[in-house]
């Protein structure tokens, strides 16, 4: 399967803390993209990062990628209770001309107030 | 105003039956999709539309076909439905499915019950 794994399959944590959440993934991509999913709701995308980058951040949010291993980070700093959500990381494989995106299996973040 | 929205939003229905979603966006996107999360969230493509033509068909189930009239409208028909038809199903699109950059805008979804 092509499909990403996110780990944790689920976090807790207290307001004002740090989440991190990591992604694995198997082929040569062209990039990989992070996804928020609020309780029923649509996915909204967060942040893009392409397969020559090693980070990128986005106001409280860093993404690390590393392709030799296959893997990256997010990291939520200072997590507020809003920030409770499912995150997904997706992939779009290198020499994709279909956009497709292959999902991970999400973490569920909670922050407690 | 609303990019991408999906109709309806709840859907619950008897095995056997027929039914449609429908997916507009007014984003002016080229391209259109069709996921599929299960209760265990798992996302899934099912199909692609850019500009009109079918580019991303999974190994779905001949039961589900989907129609795009038109570069904005892309809607789902399924037929004979199954109880494990019972999912969230998400329409989404992008600007050009050829830029692999491309993120993709999703909509609410929308949540069958197949009883």
């Known amino acids: 399967s092509q499909q990403g794994e996110e780990d944790p399959q689920a976090l807790s944590i207290q307001e004002g803390e740090n989440a991190t959440m990591n992604c694995s993934y198997k082929t040569s991509i062209n990039n990989l993209q992070w996804y928020r999913q609020n309780s029923g709701r649509g996915l909204v995308h967060l942040i893009l990062?392409?397969?020559?980058?090693r980070e990128k951040h986005s106001g409280r949010l860093r993404v690390t990628l590393d392709t030799s291993k296959k893997s990256s980070s997010l990291l939520i700093t200072a997590s507020r209770a809003a920030d409770t959500a499912s995150y997904f990381c997706a992939t779009v494989d290198r020499g994709s001309t279909l956009g497709r995106l292959y999902f991970g299996r999400g973490t569920q973040l909670t922050v407690w107030p | 105003d609303t990019a991408v929205s999906q109709t309806p939003k709840y859907l619950v229905t008897q095995m056997g039956n027929d039914k449609s979603i429908k997916c507009e966006q007014n984003l002016g996107h080229d391209t259109m999709y069709w996921y599929k999360q299960d209760s265990k969230k798992f996302l899934k493509i099912m199909f692609s539309?850019?500009?009109?033509?079918?580019?991303i068909n999974e190994t779905v189930p001949n039961r589900f076909s989907p129609k795009s009239p038109d570069k904005a409208h892309l809607n789902l028909h399924i037929n004979s439905l199954e109880l494990g038809d019972s999912a969230v199903y998400f329409c989404?699109?992008?600007?050009?499915?050829?830029?692999?950059?491309?993120?993709?805008?999703f909509g609410p979804g929308t949540r069958l019950l197949v009883l």
């Open positions: 539309y850019n500009n009109k033509e079918l580019i």
């Open positions: 989404a699109s992008s600007q050009d499915a050829g830029r692999a950059r491309e993120t993709q805008y």
């Open positions: 990062i392409r397969s020559n980058e």
